[in-house]
């Protein structure tokens, strides 16, 4: 059984940072990209960003809201993915989710496997 | 401009058929690309339901079906059950601002 489990949010300061984790199980982690996204209170699905498998370089694309703030890594040996959030601001408050990534076509991807989010509040 | 259009509601009787639209642009649908769905219902992770325009995953009812025309796609829920009521979400890849990931806006389905 395919499992994404987010952790790590919480209450923190603006201008703080914060790094969320993401574990999985049930599938072979370093055979897909994993990418992360967030819904703001009352707002829709916003993609944050996601990370290409080992073999691609593990290289990262992020949404131009959180780039040069946010980093993506994972560590395949622990089946693990983080998003490191820096210089949050109150705008950031969201929960955010991980999740698997599934290649369609050329550029074009879907997510298969959600966890159930893991919320991050920014206030002072 | 980057732009997925769904209707911000729907509803509809137990046991009734219902459809969520999907307006995309010359950036996304319109140039081809295609469409994915998915519900979200507060508190439990989002689920998919449809990829590629119009095949479901293993594991979701052939209640759930996709369809598209030109740019425009949609999702049809037949068979309402009140269980369905939760947010349905469409996505697609946009080639504008170097986006790879749009969502429209979402659409609450409430089920009378």
């Known amino acids: 059984e395919v499992q994404v489990v987010e952790s790590g949010g919480g209450l923190v300061q603006p201008g703080r940072s914060l790094r969320l984790s993401c574990t999985v199980s049930g599938f072979s982690f370093g055979d897909y990209a994993m990418s992360w996204f967030r819904q703001a209170p009352g707002k829709g699905l916003e993609w944050v960003g996601f990370i290409r498998r080992e073999v691609y370089d593990g290289t990262a694309e992020y949404a131009a809201s959180v780039k040069g703030r946010f980093t993506i890594s994972r560590d395949d040996s622990k089946n693990i993915a983080y998003l490191q959030m820096n210089s949050l601001k109150t705008e950031d408050t969201a929960v955010y989710y991980c999740?698997?990534?599934?290649?369609?076509?050329?550029?074009?991807?879907?997510?298969?496997?959600w966890g159930q989010g893991t919320l991050v509040t920014v206030s002072s | 401009q980057s732009v997925l259009t769904q209707p911000p509601s729907v509803s509809g009787a137990p046991g009734q058929r219902v459809t969520i639209s999907c307006t995309g642009s010359s950036s996304n649908v319109g140039s081809g690309y295609d469409v994915h769905w998915y519900r979200l219902v507060p508190g439990t992770a989002p689920k998919l339901l449809i990829y590629g325009n119009t095949n479901r995953p293993s594991g979701v009812p052939d209640r759930f079906s996709g369809s598209k025309s030109g740019a425009s796609v949609s999702l049809a829920i037949s068979g309402l059950q009140a269980e369905d009521e939760a947010v349905y979400y469409c996505q697609s890849y946009d080639t504008s601002l170097g986006g790879y990931v749009l969502f429209g806006g979402g659409t609450r389905l409430t089920v009378l």
């Open positions: 999740t698997r990534v599934r290649e369609w076509k050329v550029l074009e991807n879907y997510f298969d496997y």
